[in-house]
Structure formats: structure tokens, C-alpha cells
């Protein structure tokens, strides 16, 4: 037995004996028995109430007071016997206290076990199952074995188990541990299979108490609740369970094949293709790398790795027809895709058209978004978390799928996957956080020649990005690391604390420090000591490094094509060229690095590509007035004669009903199967397609009537695969509104004008299907909203002279249609202040600021300061009008 854990065990004892024996015999030396020495009676009791309190009194109070603590703590004492006898201890009861705490540590610390008994197996049931893997810091020479760690940091390994990630990590000796807590599992328990001894766990509990917790959220203030995902440490000899297998040592350097580097930089930058590629990119070729690679170490699979089928972990991504990214990642960049969006309504400035084809059309949605979006439709919601709420959101590696790869102590990606999984790693660094999350707002440090590497000429249409610093060379690149780590070292000193992950906390005060991550090729020979430096030091800061090639300083993982590794419980996200450059582009935009306002149609123009047959003119512009009217904005809906919605549309035909109004001219048969049922087979869709057509021609069939020459009417017609909606027995609100505004052009004065422009403006009731959610929509309803927005900002334009009120309603209506538009708030205030309203001014003023903040905007200079100078002139002309 080492002398250390002897004397601790002597001492464990001499202070049990001394509490269990010592404490009794100074309470009868000094206070004797408190209690009397017989049954007092009846007239004893009333004597002693009556009289005056004895000198004694508070004497023997105090040694009743002792007696009863120490008789707890002696029951505490033979209940922590007991639980060492029983290895599998039940859930915590009510008995809490520093008692309890302090009997289980001398208990503990006098029945220790030896350190070469801790390999052996717990008494009781086995720990959770788990999968190790491990990579060392240094590999040792051929023929040398390497029986401790070298002085350089070790690389953290995993242990990771498959099914849902509800486990808890362990850090043992730099190496990361993940098991999976099971119900009922409890610090004993933890103890007993990690430390050999469940009595231990005092020792645990003495590590990790009032420790916070950023991952999962929570603090660590009883021993007896622990919670998942905790971040626990363990004492210095604390071993894998035996559950957990080792792994097969590294093939030494004799034995290791040379695999095909990844391009450390390409030959030209017509090279890489930017056009969208259906599968992962492979690395560049006509490039070479000195540096031999090894052959993947073997893994041991857990049990429950080995029966989860490969599919089954699919199930946790989207396929892209760039590449794969699993849900998390898949959701933020949704995420960013919405902030654009608002982000454009934000800078969007109505034009006074004469025609709607003047009215600039929102740009279409790349197809990876709407197959992301479809996708997390189809989800069902996460559960809620059992406690609290994390205090930061996940990282940018953890969005990626490396959230247990040692990312700090330097991950390098080998294989053909590793280009993509380098873009997917840069993709979900900058797509972490939002603006309520500073902590989660990842950050990337990229030299050019790495960035060129993976975007090709695209990199040019990326960049700046306010989050990615580009560096001219590698080692800028390591200088601006060597810098970080000295910055955030001083904040973390300043705040009193060890790690950044213990600033990740909602109530402390500081500047946030989220993950760094420098993404690089294998950088030259020369480098690897200084960068291996830095990859230390930044392990404690939140600072990683992710090598595009052989690092043999840290862990190598070979990824494949599809972004599956040769560990079986990661798959990283792979993005190609093309996918990745868009989602940076959207990313960019999302953060405010680019302007918004504004932007260009990036559909040819009508001419350059054939487009839908020409619909031939309908009675209804001839003055015929169709039977049956369509609604599409607000609630959508088929309308009786007596305006009131029609019974029996389904949910699906109405959907339907909104896409053929939507597309006047008529769709392809197959556009409208993957619009509508992109979830379906063909076969499938098609059926849906008849059965929902049918009901929509039923339905307006019955509040057209019987035809004047009885004949079967026919509301929806197929021409040569193409569906549309018969002009001559339905119309639509939305075909009003585009067919007075297209009069507007025509009109010879103004007063005709506003006859077509109110005209239009009596059609719209609501934004394009209020309450449904349509996938394929999201660019329509953009559209609609754009043309209305014009039109009142037309309208009200036409007023402003002659009617400054009602000119002031319009714009008010116009806000209410979309509370972003800070064009739109500008002008309701200079309408109001046109009317000496400052009160009308400083609300418009609130609610924009109100509703932008919400979206996670910020307002403009021009903006702010318009509503600055106008309160400004108010309040010192009060009796002044301005001109809207």
C-alpha cells in the first residue's frame, strides 16, 4: 500500500475513533448524565415548573444537545458501514446534511482500497457500458512502450455509448470519459465502478462541489443529485471501468500505409469547381504532402454500438445533395436563413411602381435550405430539459458532430471526407450562438491558402466575415492564437477562475469567450513545435485546432466521403464547395456583414428561358364576373355566395388551392408533386394529387351551381401536364390585386389611379395563408408582402400632398403589414411629425425598436438619427409642422 493512502487511512481512523469515542467520554467527564435518574412524578414535574431554573439547566441542555448529535452521527456512521457492504445503493433519501457527509468521508477514507485493487471489477453491478477510444499525446519510438504520460499534454480520448446522448463526462487524467447515466444511478455508484469503491465518492463530491456546469446548465450543491451531461473530475487514479475496452496500441511507423494527403493548397484556382457537386468533394488532386500517414487505430465498438444499425445514426442528420449535416447544425443554419429573411424585410425599401413587375421579387432559396426546413418539419419537438436551462448553446464542434473530439489538444482529418468535414467544421463555427448567446458565438482563424483551399474563388463572395479572421500565413495565424490565449488567460485571471467554461454562466459579468478554432492545412515542419505550444495553452481558454492532414501531436481521424469516421459513435458534417459557399454567403448576411437592402433578382430574366404557355384571355377580362371567388390571403379559403367559407375543403386541397393561385399561369404536373408532397414516392404523391384535386373540384363545383348550358364545369384544367385554375369560373384575391395594380400604368390621371390602387387595397385581409405553414411558400409570401407593401406606399405617396391624414393612415397600415420595415417606420414618422405628433413619433419609434430587437435586429444610423431629428425639432418647435 503507497505510504500516502496508509497515513490517510490511519488518519481517517484516529479521527472516527476520536468522534465516536472521545466526544461521549468528554460529555460524561464534564456534564455527566443531563437526564434524571428515575421517572420524575407528578408533583416532581409541577415542583420544577413553579420553581427557579437550576444553575444546571443550561448545562445539561447542552449535553442532551451533544448527546443527540453525536447518537446521528453515529447512525450515519453504521448506515455508510452498510453501504459499503451494498454496492448498489438506492436513490438519495431525505437524510442530507454535513453529518451524513462527514461519516461518509471518514468511512471512506478508512476503508479506501488500495490503488492496484481499483483495476479490479466493483463488488456490485456493472457500470454502464462504453466504448474507449484513446490516442496518445506522443507516440512513443518503434519497439518502446509508453508506460506514462510524457510531459507533452495528452490528447483527450472518448468514450462514447450509442442511443441518445444523455450521459454524463468524466475527465480523468486529460483523457474524457462519456458514459450514459442510467434512472437510479447515483455518485456511489459512479465511484463504484470508476474508483473501485463506492464509498469514494466523498472524494468526487469534493472535486466538483459548487462547480457550474455551462453544457448542461447547474451547479453542483448536493452530492446526492447529480444530473446528465455534467462535466464531473475524478481523482488522479481513477481507472475506465472495465466495461470500458482499451484499444488495439498504434501500428508502429514500419507497419503504417501512406494514404492520399489532403491538398494543403490547390494548383491553380480554376481548379475547384464551383458549381454544386451531388456528392462530397473529394480532395484536390495534383497536390502532394511529405508526411506519411497511419492507418486508422483500431476501435472497439461498445454492445450498444454494435447492435444500433448504421441507419439508425443516420437518423440523426439531414442528406444534402452537397453532403450531410446533422440536425443541430441543420437547424442553426435554418435559423440564420430566418434571421435573413428578417433581416432584408428590416432594409427593404417599397418602391412607388407603376406596375408590379417593377416590384423587385425576393431571391429563391437554395435547394439544401428548402430540403433542411422540410426536414425539420418532420421532426418531432426535442424533449424539454428535466432542469433548468443550459447558460450557453452549443459549440460550433458540437454542431459539427465533434463534440467529444479533442478538438483542444488538436484534431487532424485525414481520408476523403476531410476537405468537407473541414468546411462543415467552419460552417457550424460561425452558424453557433445568435446575438442572445454571445458566450455560443463561435469564431474561426484561417489562413488564405486554407480558405482558397476550401471555397475556392467562392472564398472571394464570403469574405469579411466578422467572426472568420483570415490570415496571410500560417503563422499569423499562430500569432493571433499565441495572442488570444495571453487576452483570455488575463479575463479568466481577472475573474477569478481556472477555465472558460466557468465564465459561460448567465450571471457572470464578463466579456464572453467563446470557442476559437483554428482550421488549417498541415502546416510546415518548422511550425509543428510552436503550434503544438499554442494547442496546449489554449485548451484552458476554449481555443482549438482543426489540421486538414496527418497531426501527429494530437488525434488524426480518417473521415469518409459521407462524413462517417473510423470511430463508430461520430459522424461529422460534410458540406462540398458549392453548399458551403452558400451557407457562408447566408451566414454573412445573417450577421450583419453585408448589406441587405435590396438585393437583385437572381432569376434570369423571363426572355433568356422558355416560360409557361401563354394563358389565353378569360371571360373575366372581358367583364364576365366568375361564380366562385378564392381566398388566399389571410385565412384561405373557398367563398360562398354569401362570402362565407365554403365546408368540406380538406386541409390538403386548400393547399393546393394556394399554390394553383399563386401559379395563375399553371404548374407542372411535377412541381407541384415536389411542392406539396416532397415526403411522398411518385406513386404516392400523385395519388394524394387526385384525391385532394377531386375534393377542391367538388367543393367549388357546388357554390358554382349548375353551368347555364349544363355541361360539367371544370375549375381546375390540365393543359399538356399543366394544372391551372379556370379563369372563367374562379377568381382570386390576389389575381384582383395584380390585375388593378397592372391598370395603375394605364390609368390616365391620378384620380384613376387611386380608383385601381383602393381597389387593391380592398383585397388584401392578411398575409398570404395566415396561420398555415407551407413549405414551399416562404418566397411567395415575401413576394405578396413586397407588393403590398408597395402599394400602400404608393398610395399613401399619392395623398401626401393632398391628404396628409389619410396619407399618415396608409403608412400606419403599411407598418402594421410588416413592424421591420424601418423604411416604412421613417416615413409614418415624418407623417406624424408633419402633424406636430410627438407622441406618435416615440411610440413608431418604441415599437420598431421593440419588434427588431425580437428579431434579433439592430436599427440603422439613418434611421435612429431621422427619429432623433424629428423629436429633436418637436419638442423645439412644438407648434411647428414638418413636411412628410
Not at 113 to 127: I, K
Not at 757 to 768: C, D, F, K, V
Request: with cysteine; net charge negative; hydrophobic share 40%.
Amino acid at each position: 500500500m503507497p505510504a500516502p493512502r496508509l497515513a490517510g487511512r490511519v488518519a481517517s481512523l484516529l479521527a472516527l475513533l476520536a468522534l465516536l469515542i472521545g466526544v461521549p467520554a468528554l460529555l460524561a467527564a464534564t456534564a455527566g448524565w443531563p437526564l434524571p435518574d428515575h421517572i420524575p412524578s407528578g408533583g416532581e414535574v409541577g415542583q420544577w415548573l413553579t420553581s427557579p431554573l437550576p444553575d444546571t439547566v443550561y448545562t445539561d441542555a447542552a449535553a442532551i444537545a451533544g448527546w443527540i448529535i453525536w447518537a446521528q452521527f453515529a447512525i450515519h456512521v453504521i448506515a455508510a458501514l452498510h453501504r459499503s457492504r451494498n454496492p448498489r445503493p438506492g436513490p438519495a433519501g431525505n437524510s442530507r446534511g454535513p453529518l451524513r457527509a462527514l461519516a461518509g468521508l471518514l468511512i471512506a477514507g478508512v476503508l479506501a482500497a488500495p490503488a492496484q485493487a481499483l483495476a479490479a471489477p466493483p463488488a456490485g453491478g456493472a457500470p454502464p457500458a462504453a466504448t474507449a477510444t484513446h490516442a496518445t499525446a506522443m507516440e512513443p519510438p518503434a519497439g518502446q512502450a509508453a508506460t506514462r504520460p510524457t510531459a507533452a499534454p495528452p490528447a483527450p480520448g472518448t468514450i462514447a455509448a450509442g442511443g441518445k446522448d444523455t450521459g454524463v463526462r468524466f475527465v480523468v487524467r486529460g483523457h474524457r470519459y462519456h458514459v450514459i447515466v442510467r434512472p437510479n444511478d447515483t455518485m456511489s455508484k459512479i465511484a463504484g465502478g470508476w474508483l473501485g469503491d463506492p464509498d469514494r465518492w466523498p472524494e468526487i463530491c469534493e472535486l466538483n462541489l459548487h462547480r457550474h456546469f455551462p453544457k448542461a446548465g447547474g451547479t453542483l450543491r448536493d452530492c446526492d443529485l447529480i444530473y446528465p451531461r455534467w462535466d464531473l473530475r475524478l481523482p488522479d487514479d481513477a481507472k475506465p471501468p472495465t466495461a470500458a475496452h482499451a484499444p488495439a496500441p498504434p501500428a508502429p511507423a514500419h507497419d503504417r500505409v501512406p494514404q492520399r494527403a489532403p491538398a494543403a493548397a490547390p494548383a491553380a484556382p480554376a481548379d475547384v469547381a464551383p458549381a454544386p457537386s451531388p456528392m462530397p468533394s473529394p480532395p484536390a488532386a495534383g497536390t502532394t504532402q511529405q508526411t506519411a500517414h497511419r492507418t486508422p487505430q483500431h476501435r472497439q465498438p461498445s454492445k450498444a454500438a454494435e447492435a444500433e444499425p448504421a441507419a439508425g445514426r443516420a437518423e440523426d442528420g439531414i442528406p444534402l445533395p452537397g453532403g450531410w449535416t446533422p440536425v443541430g447544425l441543420a437547424a442553426a443554419l435554418a435559423a440564420a436563413a430566418a434571421l435573413v429573411w428578417r433581416r432584408r424585410r428590416a432594409y427593404y425599401v417599397p418602391q412607388a411602381a407603376v406596375d408590379l413587375a417593377a416590384v423587385p421579387p425576393p431571391p429563391e432559396q437554395p435547394t439544401w435550405l428548402i430540403l433542411i426546413r422540410q426536414a425539420l418539419r418532420r421532426r418531432p419537438p426535442a424533449d424539454a430539459p428535466d432542469t433548468g436551462t443550459p447558460a450557453s448553446g452549443p459549440t460550433g464542434a458540437e454542431l459539427a458532430g465533434a463534440g467529444d473530439l479533442p478538438l483542444t489538444a488538436g484534431l487532424g482529418l485525414v481520408g476523403p471526407g476531410a476537405l468537407d468535414a473541414a468546411r462543415g467544421m467552419l460552417v457550424a463555427t460561425l452558424s453557433s450562438g445568435h446575438h442572445g448567446d454571445p458566450d455560443a458565438q463561435g469564431q474561426a482563424v484561417m489562413p488564405t491558402d486554407t480558405l482558397h483551399m476550401l471555397l475556392g474563388p467562392g472564398s472571394q463572395l464570403v469574405t469579411p466575415i466578422r467572426r472568420l479572421h483570415v490570415t496571410e500565413t500560417i503563422g499569423e495565424a499562430v500569432a493571433h492564437l499565441e495572442e488570444e490565449i495571453i487576452r483570455r488567460s488575463r479575463i479568466i485571471a481577472d475573474a477569478q477562475t481556472t477555465e472558460a467554461a466557468d465564465l459561460h454562466n448567465p450571471d457572470a459579468y464578463t466579456e464572453p469567450l467563446p470557442q476559437l478554432l483554428l482550421i488549417a492545412g498541415t502546416p510546415d515542419p518548422r511550425w509543428h513545435t510552436r503550434l503544438a505550444t499554442a494547442v496546449a495553452l489554449g485548451e484552458s481558454v476554449g481555443i482549438g485546432t482543426v489540421i486538414i492532414g496527418e497531426w501527429p501531436r494530437g488525434t488524426t481521424l480518417e473521415v469518409a466521403a459521407d462524413g462517417t469516421t473510423d470511430t463508430t459513435a461520430h459522424r461529422l458534417a460534410v458540406l462540398d464547395t458549392a453548399t458551403a459557399t452558400q451557407a457562408l454567403a447566408v451566414l454573412r448576411e445573417a450577421h450583419g456583414d453585408h448589406p441587405a437592402p435590396h438585393q437583385p433578382a437572381t432569376t434570369p430574366p423571363a426572355a433568356a428561358a422558355p416560360g409557361p404557355p401563354a394563358r389565353p384571355p378569360s371571360r373575366a377580362e372581358h367583364g364576365h364576373q366568375p361564380p366562385v371567388r378564392l381566398r388566399v390571403l389571410g385565412t384561405p379559403a373557398v367563398l360562398d355566395q354569401a362570402g362565407k367559407p365554403a365546408p368540406r375543403l380538406r386541409t390538403a386541397a386548400t393547399e393546393l388551392m394556394v399554390y394553383l393561385v399563386m401559379h395563375r399561369d399553371g404548374a407542372p404536373i411535377a412541381d407541384i408533386l415536389e411542392a406539396i408532397y416532397p415526403d411522398a414516392t411518385v406513386t404516392r404523391a400523385s395519388e394524394r394529387l387526385s384525391t385532394n384535386l377531386a375534393n377542391l373540384r367538388r367543393v367549388i363545383r357546388t357554390v358554382a351551381g349548375p353551368s347555364h348550358d349544363g355541361s360539367r364545369l371544370e375549375p381546375v384544367v390540365n393543359t399538356g401536364g399543366r394544372y391551372r385554375l379556370n379563369p372563367d369560373i374562379v377568381a382570386a384575391d390576389w389575381w384582383t390585386i395584380t390585375d388593378e395594380y397592372a391598370q395603375v400604368a394605364a390609368a390616365p390621371d391620378d384620380q384613376h389611379r387611386l380608383k385601381h390602387l383602393h381597389a387593391a387595397l380592398a383585397e388584401i385581409t392578411g398575409p398570404l395563408a395566415q396561420g398555415c405553414l407551407y413549405e414551399w411558400s416562404t418566397v411567395d409570401e415575401e413576394r405578396v408582402r413586397r407588393c403590398t407593401l408597395s402599394i400602400y406606399a404608393q398610395t399613401a405617396a399619392m395623398y401626401a400632398d393632398t391628404d396628409p391624414h389619410q396619407a399618415r393612415t396608409l403608412l400606419d397600415a403599411a407598418c402594421a403589414v410588416d413592424p421591420l420595415s424601418q423604411e416604412l417606420a421613417g416615413r409614418a414618422m415624418r407623417a406624424a411629425a408633419a402633424h406636430g405628433d410627438a407622441d406618435a413619433v416615440g411610440h413608431r419609434l418604441a415599437v420598431l425598436t421593440r419588434d427588431l430587437h425580437q428579431a434579433g435586429l439592430e436599427m440603422s444610423d439613418s434611421t435612429a438619427q431621422l427619429a432623433h431629428e424629428l423629436l429633436t425639432s418637436l419638442t423645439t418647435h412644438p407648434a411647428g409642422r414638418l413636411r412628410p
